[in-house]
């Protein structure tokens, strides 16, 4: 009786997969997967770390794609902008030393480039997409290494193209992100590792970079779209980073107050908020100006998902352009010109005082505005070593640093100049002087108590 | 009734202490009594309401009433940047004698520093026996004292009597006879020496390391999460208590406007000070009386009133808080400065007129908006150090509370808002919210547009309206 049972199996089993055609799916999965996977790469990189107070390397995992001959490769930039040496796997499980080329933690992108002078396979470029003719609903599949599982496909569909996230999000290493880029929402799973990895549709093009996960929630993964991935790319194949304009202007959906300010729907674009000495501050903009047109284009942003277009509208004009805006304030109509000045960089330079026990970074014209500073000399306290002198002596995390022995410290080129000095003459004692929360503070440091990293 | 308590203590050997409890009973009858006050607590978005019942003892002939009021103490030591607080707001005061005869009674204010709550009767034409307090010349370790501690309210009669002893004689942060054998449930209790005579009330000794060291005073916890040091509070302090108990939503500490770090071994020698000890003022508010008197950014307050300042120590920084807020507002303070001037080292003397310390948030005037189910209360001077922005740069109201699910909230209102506009109303304090609000209620409109200010940046909130 058994060896007929097993006969019978064998042959239910034989016709099902030999007699059952391919569906129309499958194939287009296939095919997918052919362009895309060759061009899948795994990213570890070894980071910098700064915020314990020294500097710290870690191997983080994420994804790429190559998509220049040559080499290149995006991902993102929280995977790979910090990073000091990065190892790349491909698809045919070779592994790669790569460099980073640049980054834009706005968008989140990275660009790093393989070092192909020993490698003898053949590279292969995934073709991007166009973001913009997706649709709700589409079939895409996602590529990467989810919790480091290399060479991983999942499928799913386009959930929302649109999706915003308000610009107070940050990146790990403290950049707010967002501001510029709408996110494509997939339920195709996307884990951490996941990041800098392609959402792919199924035609086998590129459609968005994987940047987002979300805890404690099934299938609801971000994209970045292709789209604003090509441009930023290309401006970081161009100069490294992505120059930006800025003229300190905060704008938020008209939704709701249209008849407070008494415009039409999808008529200009509310100005919430100004920043402390902006163009648009010196320009005498106001909170309540509604933008009626740039450079006699009209603008508007009835909804957030409007936002990212309106503040890319002036980050894409050249720094130090004149914009005129087309200013609807109360009943009248006015003419403003506002010059605008470059973004520069959201974070400033990381550096380590590892004697001293504590970590600080460079104070750029934005982060002086996010963190409500009167004003961008000295350098602030990212991090402070336990039980390190520093720590011992009081120190915090925040503080302003703004003398050492009474030497003022503008930025971060003269720290280091006081921290190389100091450390050859290894006094016992420092004195320093802090800006916490608008007040001055002495700290003194007791070199000799806290054993630095170095003499264990 | 007598009790006779044997005990041994070390260098006494065996001794036997003897109150008379039965007269002392008879004694307290006249001026102890039950509180019972109504509270509501709310905290942010949290309001709930309770009774607390707790011993209370007449201090005056016209009805004020001490008891342990450390539950009403409102600054909070949790949620310093959050820009509102946790707040206790006593509704109704019964107070009922030991004989039963019942009073109203209406809340007066709490001492920071001891804990102690003051209320008074009202509406009885009589006049009341207080106790007396009786200041000891010198207390000694091993002196008993008794007191009587409240009973929960099914037991009858309503008191317990206990003993308990001075068991160490504190100096520093401060003078303190420590006590033994009390519980802190009996905070705020008359302590009977063996003649029977009140000498005090029994307290705490507060960490002033708990202190958050800006020169407001306002950030101190009183919250002790270990065992409380429990002791006399001598008849000299409640003296000035009673004769001018204080004030909810009055200010009556003095401060000089500075923020401060003590002057360390460490900083000193960098100065160039061979004698720590001292005051290092980091910042001077504009319009104090630091400011007034020509105290700048680094001097070092090295003595008031002649009175040399030995604080060498953060965690010591409160003793000298504590010690100007106590000098009164109104008074002259003759402060001998340390200036470093270049390498030179020149000593002044200044004088200065020392003013009210700011208003806590807690004791801001505040309004509720019923309709959107919130309330704001005026900025103060500490919201600023919270904001992170220069004092008095701002102007509106805090909002301080919100309903969850209320009009306001789901809106888009947090905590710590700062509104400065409705609709094309400038607010400025909450005379403002409160007229325009009403004003604006008259005419109800389908929505009220809000001008904010979060956390440096500003935007628009829009209320749509749900009027009955």
């Known amino acids: ?456 | 009734m007598a009790v006779v308590v044997l005990l041994s203590v070390l260098s006494r050997g065996v001794v036997a202490q003897s109150f008379e409890f039965d007269q002392l009973y008879n004694q307290i009858c006249d001026y102890t009594v039950t509180v019972k006050i109504q509270v509501e607590l709310s905290f942010g978005t949290q309001t709930s309401e309770h009774e607390e019942r707790l011993m209370g003892t007449i201090v005056s002939p016209e009805g004020l009433i001490v008891f342990d009021g450390s539950f009403l103490i409102e600054e909070s030591p949790f949620v310093p940047s959050a820009g509102f607080s946790f707040r206790t707001t006593p509704g109704r005061i019964e107070v009922i004698t030991l004989a039963g005869d019942k009073y109203d009674a209406e809340f007066v204010g709490v001492d920071r520093y001891t804990g102690f709550g003051f209320a008074k009767i009202y509406g009885a034409n009589i006049e009341f026996k207080p106790v007396e307090f009786i200041p000891v010349k010198k207390f000694e370790v091993g002196d008993w004292f008794a007191t009587y501690a409240l009973l929960p309210e099914f037991v009858d009669p309503p008191l317990a009597a206990d003993i308990g002893m001075v068991s160490n004689l504190i100096t520093a942060p401060e003078d303190f006879p420590l006590t033994v054998g009390f519980n802190a449930l009996e905070f705020a209790s008359v302590l009977y020496n063996e003649e029977l005579k009140a000498v005090g009330l029994l307290g705490e000794l507060t960490d002033p390391g708990r202190s958050g060291g800006n020169g407001s005073g306002m950030m101190e916890s009183f919250g002790q999460m270990e065992m409380p040091l429990l002791g006399v509070i001598t008849a000299e302090r409640l003296e000035v208590l009673i004769a001018n108990p204080p004030r909810r939503g009055k200010v009556d500490r003095s401060w000089l406007g500075i923020t401060m770090q003590s002057l360390t071994v460490d900083i000193a020698e960098f100065l160039g000070l061979d004698d720590p000890g001292g005051i290092i003022v980091n910042e001077v508010m504009p319009g104090s009386p630091a400011a007034n008197a020509g105290l700048q950014i680094g001097d070092i307050i090295h003595a008031v009133d002649g009175v040399r300042v030995e604080v060498d120590r953060d965690d010591q920084l409160a003793v000298f808080q504590r010690r100007v807020s106590a000098m009164g507002i109104g008074t002259t303070a003759e402060l001998t400065v340390i200036r470093p001037v270049g390498e030179q080292l020149d000593t002044l003397r200044l004088l200065t007129l020392l003013k009210a310390a700011p208003m806590a948030a807690s004791d801001a005037d505040r309004f509720e908006y019923e309709p959107f189910e919130m309330t704001a209360r005026n900025l103060v001077f500490s919201d600023f150090l919270n904001y992170n922005v220069e004092q008095n740069s701002l102007e509106g109201v805090v909002v301080s509370e919100l309903k969850p699910g209320g009009l306001a909230n789901i809106s888009g209102f947090r905590l710590g808002d700062v509104i400065q506009r409705i609709n094309d109303q400038m607010v400025i304090g909450v005379d403002d919210f409160s007229s325009s609000l009403t004003a604006i209620e008259s005419e109800r409109p389908s929505e009220v547009v809000f001008f904010v200010w979060r956390f440096g940046k500003t935007l628009f909130i829009n209320v749509r309206t749900d009027w009955p």
């Open chain 1, 1 to 456: 009786m058994r060896y007929w049972i097993t006969i019978l199996l064998l042959l239910i089993a034989t016709t099902t997969t030999v007699g059952a055609p391919v569906s129309s799916y499958q194939e287009h999965v296939y095919l997918a997967r052919d362009r895309v996977l060759p061009a899948l790469v795994h990213i570890q990189p070894v980071v910098e770390d700064y915020q314990t107070g020294e500097l710290k390397k870690q191997a983080v995992v994420g994804s790429g794609v190559i998509f220049h001959p040559d080499g290149y490769i995006v991902t993102n930039y929280h995977v790979a902008g910090k990073a000091l040496r990065i190892i790349c796997t491909l698809n045919d499980r070779e592994e790669l030393l790569a460099d980073y080329v640049g980054g834009d933690p706005s968008t989140d992108i990275a660009v790093l480039k393989l070092r192909l002078q020993d490698y003898t396979g053949e590279i292969a470029v995934a073709k991007l997409g166009d973001s913009d003719s997706i649709q709700v609903g589409q079939q895409v599949l996602a590529m990467g290494s989810p919790l480091s599982l290399a060479r991983s496909v999942s499928a799913g569909v386009i959930s929302t193209k649109d999706r915003y996230f308000s610009s107070d999000y940050r990146l790990p290493s403290g950049e707010k992100t967002g501001r510029y880029n709408l996110w494509i929402q997939t339920d195709a799973a996307i884990n951490f590792g996941n990041s800098g990895g392609p959402l792919v549709d199924l035609s086998g093009r590129v459609i968005g970079i994987n940047s987002r996960a979300t805890f404690m929630a099934n299938n609801l993964g971000f994209a970045i779209p292709i789209n604003v991935v090509k441009e930023v790319t290309r401006a970081i194949l161009e100069g490294g980073e992505v120059p930006r304009s800025w003229i300190g202007v905060h704008a938020q959906a008209m939704q709701e107050l249209e008849n407070y300010f008494g415009t039409d729907r999808n008529t200009g674009v509310l100005i919430a908020s100004i920043d402390p000495g902006s163009p648009a501050e010196e320009a005498f903009l106001k909170a309540g100006d509604i933008v009626l047109q740039i450079n006699d284009q009209s603008v508007s942003a009835r909804f957030v998902e409007e936002l990212p277009a309106f503040y890319n509208w002036i980050a894409r004009v050249t720094p130090g352009s004149k914009l005129k805006l087309t200013i609807l304030r109360g009943e009248e109509t006015y003419s403003f010109e506002v010059t605008t000045r470059p973004l520069g960089q959201l974070q400033g330079e990381d550096y380590e005082c590892s004697d001293w026990g504590f970590t600080v970074r460079n104070i750029t014209h934005q982060m002086q505005l996010s963190n409500q500073l009167r004003d961008s000399v000295g350098v602030l306290v990212t991090g402070v070593r336990r039980i390190g002198p520093a720590d011992l002596g009081g120190l915090n995390r925040g503080d302003v640093l703004k003398s050492v022995i009474r030497v003022p410290i503008t930025g971060l080129p003269d720290l280091i100049e006081q921290y190389n000095r100091l450390t050859d003459e290894n006094p016992n004692k420092l004195l320093l002087t802090v800006n916490r929360n608008g007040a001055i503070r002495l700290i003194v440091l007791d070199l000799e108590k806290g054993v630095s990293q170095g003499d264990k």
